[in-house]
């Protein structure tokens, strides 16, 4: 009987070790994210991003931790970055730009979610809105609509402008399709475009001097990450030429540009958590469709144009959406 007994407990004793081990506290996700500018020039947006988790119920240090990676322009590191993520196995990635494909190649199965992506579809980095496959969703910039917008804004402010200087980078898949864009729409407004192509550091001050030579007379830029980290030294060179200039993203109108239509940033970003909320929760990136801006906004900066000695348009002047004195 006392043999049976101890036998009893050791199948008991036994029988407790799995209970024990579902008893643990679940693992609190770490999510990845993934930049390619630099991170102040990305605060505004990551900042977003975390309040709408926060709002959601995640408290950082506590049920959510963030591990961030940024290229600070240099996109020759984005592989690596991706990589150091996937070998820290996280959740999910969060990415913006050509970070995303960058992501996508570097891992199969980790969940991703781009918080911006010019043209999502025609790059091939999802399969298609609705259906995005794979293990990638996001929010799209509808960046292939915008370009010819920006401009039609430009020459609709200054209607004198006939030379118009784009400056702008390739970019993975898309290569040479944002210039080719801007080129329709330029042409459609019979606006001379002149290229202003920069792959790297060194490019900038020779592109400047390209536009100085070539007689430019507005200056209108396109969403890369290396041309945000070098906002400063481009805001410089428009201010000082005295050149009236379009941008893709209201951070650069904030630091003394002078316009800029574009998606909201930040609230593509607040949406990238719901995408984030729902795939910790167990949603599929393939069951998640691809979604686009709900808000655009044309900020004009009053200072500036006094600044420079330009007047913009008074019907233009109208339709901003926010206007800075």
Do not use: C, H
Request: proline share 7%; charged share 25%; no cysteine.
């Amino acid at each position: 009987m006392k043999k049976l007994f101890r036998l009893l407990l050791i199948i008991a004793f036994l029988g407790a070790g799995p209970v024990t081990q579902a008893q643990q506290p679940a693992r609190s996700p770490r999510i990845g994210i993934l930049l390619p500018p630099s991170a102040s020039f990305n605060s505004a947006r990551v900042e977003a991003f975390r309040q709408r988790l926060r709002e959601l119920g995640y408290v950082e240090g506590k049920n959510i931790f963030f591990e961030y990676r940024y290229a600070e322009g240099k996109l020759e590191r984005l592989p690596d970055l991706a990589a150091e993520l996937v070998r820290l196995k996280v959740d999910v990635i969060v990415t913006a730009g050509p970070a995303g494909p960058a992501a996508k190649k570097a891992t199969a199965t980790i969940p991703i979610v781009f918080a911006t992506f010019a043209d999502p579809v025609g790059s091939g980095i999802v399969s298609s809105l609705a259906r995005p496959g794979g293990n990638i969703t996001g929010l799209s910039l509808m960046t292939p609509d915008l370009d010819g917008k920006r401009l039609e804004l430009l020459k609709e402010s200054f209607p004198k402008v006939t030379r118009v200087a784009f400056l702008w980078m390739p970019s993975g898949s898309m290569g040479n399709v944002p210039l080719k864009d801007m080129e329709a729409a330029a042409k459609a407004l019979g606006v001379k475009l002149q290229s202003l192509e920069v792959r790297s550091l060194d490019d900038f001050e020779s592109a400047f001097a390209r536009a100085k030579r070539d007689g430019a007379q507005a200056l209108i830029t396109y969403p890369g990450p290396l041309i945000n980290t070098q906002q400063r030294q481009v805001l410089d060179f428009a201010a000082k030429n005295r050149l009236p200039a379009m941008y893709p993203a209201n951070e650069f109108v904030e630091a003394g540009g002078l316009m800029s239509y574009a998606p909201n940033y930040t609230d593509l970003f607040r949406r990238a958590a719901d995408f984030v909320d729902k795939i910790l929760k167990g949603a599929k990136p393939v069951d998640l469709p691809v979604e686009q801006p709900m808000r655009f906004e044309f900020i004009v900066n009053l200072k500036t144009a006094k600044q420079i000695g330009v007047t913009i348009e008074p019907n233009v002047l109208v339709r901003a959406n926010k206007v800075i004195r």
